[in-house]
């Protein structure tokens, strides 16, 4: 064999090895897992809550743009309750019947950010309530089933056992500023003030 065509030889089989080297990452690159949509920055959704057989309807107002979360909250047969929640921490629970109670809660962390579902561990696919769903687990928390055409989620259901079902989900609904106000009695009525 002459210079040139030993040459050629290594040039062939050099190619030939990175040709393999090339199908083999390729091969071995795994299907991306699906990630959770985040959550639009405000959002409207009725949900049906089951928490072990106690039945509620939450009318939820999530607005990230202007740090607050509300949660109207119809316990079956039962009070309607208000639960206001601000990015501070502060969050009003209160009814506006003649009761008048109000209890004041200070968290440490404020309203849930639109990624909160990150780092959430895929589970794979089941079809729930007639939807076909993506599952993640977030872990010491929730499962949380998104509808794998519409991306919207259909149900969370906690480490609790509580359950929530969305039957709505209209993505930039907001609800008018003055729903927003706490009543006086959650300021100024110590008495009435269970915390
Ligand atoms: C609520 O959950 C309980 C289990 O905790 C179940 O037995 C019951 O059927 C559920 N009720 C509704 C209306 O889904
Ligand atoms: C958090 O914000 C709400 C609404 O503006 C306010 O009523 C509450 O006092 C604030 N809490 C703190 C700890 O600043
Ligand atoms: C969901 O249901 C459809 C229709 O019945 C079926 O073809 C599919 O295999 C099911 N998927 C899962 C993950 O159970």
Redesign the pocket.
């Known amino acids: 064999m002459d210079l040139v065509s030993t040459r050629i030889h290594s040039i062939i089989l050099l190619f030939l090895v990175l040709s393999a080297v090339v199908e083999i990452s390729v091969a071995d690159v795994p299907e991306t897992e699906p990630v959770p949509a985040p959550w639009p920055e405000q959002f409207h959704a009725l949900m049906l809550m089951n928490k072990s057989g106690s039945l509620e309807i939450v009318d939820l107002w999530y607005d990230w743009v202007n740090g607050?979360n509300f949660n109207i909250i119809q316990k079956q047969l039962g009070k309607l309750t208000y639960d206001l929640e601000?990015?501070?921490?502060?969050s009003?629970y209160y009814t506006l019947d003649a009761s008048r109670t109000c209890r004041t809660v200070?968290f440490e962390v404020g309203i849930l950010r639109p990624n909160w579902l990150d780092g959430a561990n895929y589970l794979g696919q089941r079809n729930v309530s007639g939807f076909l769903c993506n599952v993640w687990e977030k872990v010491d928390f929730l499962w949380y089933y998104e509808d794998v055409v519409s991306k919207r989620p259909v149900q969370w259901i906690f480490y609790t056992g509580r359950e929530a079902h969305v039957m709505t989900f209209e993505v930039g609904a907001v609800l008018e500023d003055k729903k927003w106000q706490?009543p006086v009695y959650c300021?100024h009525n110590e008495k009435k003030s269970i915390e």
């Open positions: 607050r601000w990015n501070n921490g502060t009003f200070h706490a300021f």
